[in-house]
């Protein structure tokens, strides 16, 4: 089982529609990532949380550490949205020197359609 | 200035040839890595550099070599690749604190290696 895992794998969406993915994790963390990959192309980080809830135009990310658990959430999700998204942790101090290394989920790969 | 670039964008090479990837960075940070990633897959840690010192190698292969010359450079070495070594590498930096959450590594955009 991987240590971060996210769901679903795939999604199809229409122009507009709320989109949630989730991530859930099985390690302690410090904190945790939302990356965003274009097809081919390099990765953008969209959020780096360790508590709550952040905000940044139509894109919203959200963790409850007691559950272990993270989800982005897309309003008036829009063609140019679509792209990977890969939730990544970054592990906590109870794991020494290793607390630079990021522990990716498997992505979730968005089509949005017009 | 937050970006992190690689050079080349593209690269194909010889399982004879010797080849250098490049990232550099002027955001003043202390963590360079470097990632390899498969198609349809996530980025796998090979390298990560700390002030300058190697301090964490994930078992890579020692064809491939990284090397830090200052604060703002981080290249990738490449001698004797085999066909499966093709994938994108990326580039990333942090500040490189470790104590603490808040150490968002930034990414380059990569560079698309192709070993025949």
């Known amino acids: 089982k991987n240590e971060v895992e996210q769901s679903p794998q795939n999604l199809t969406a229409q122009e507009g529609e709320f989109i949630t993915i989730n991530c859930s994790y099985s390690v302690g963390i410090s904190a945790l990532h939302w990356l965003q990959q274009h097809p081919g192309g390099g990765i953008v980080s969209l959020f780096m949380?360790?508590?709550g809830k952040k905000k940044h135009g139509r894109l919203i990310a959200t963790i409850n550490i007691q559950e272990k658990h993270s989800s982005l959430h897309i309003t008036a999700s829009h063609p140019r949205d679509s792209a990977v998204y890969i939730c990544?942790?970054?592990?906590?101090?109870?794991?020494?020197?290793?607390?630079?290394?990021?522990?990716f989920g498997t992505g979730t790969l968005l089509a949005v359609q017009p | 200035d937050t970006e992190v670039t690689q050079t080349p964008k593209h690269l194909v090479m010889g399982m004879t040839n010797k080849k250098s990837l490049k990232c550099e960075q002027h955001?003043?940070?202390?963590?360079m890595y470097w990632y390899k990633q498969k198609a349809k897959k996530p980025p796998e840690l090979m390298f990560v550099?700390?002030?300058?010192?190697?301090?964490i190698n994930e078992s890579v292969p020692s064809r491939f070599s990284p090397e830090c010359p200052n604060s703002s450079l981080l290249n990738l070495h490449l001698h004797a690749l085999q066909p499966e070594d093709s994938a994108l590498y990326l580039c990333?930096?942090?500040?490189?604190?470790?104590?603490?959450?808040?150490?968002?590594?930034?990414f380059g955009p990569g560079t698309r290696l192709t070993v025949l």
């Open positions: 550099y700390s002030y300058e010192k190697l301090s």
């Open positions: 990333a930096s942090s500040q490189g604190r470790v104590r603490g959450a808040s150490d968002t590594q930034y």
């Open positions: 990544a942790v970054r592990l906590g101090w109870e794991y020494g020197g290793a607390t630079n290394k990021l522990i």
């Open positions: 949380l360790s508590s």
């Open positions: 955001m003043g940070h202390r963590a």
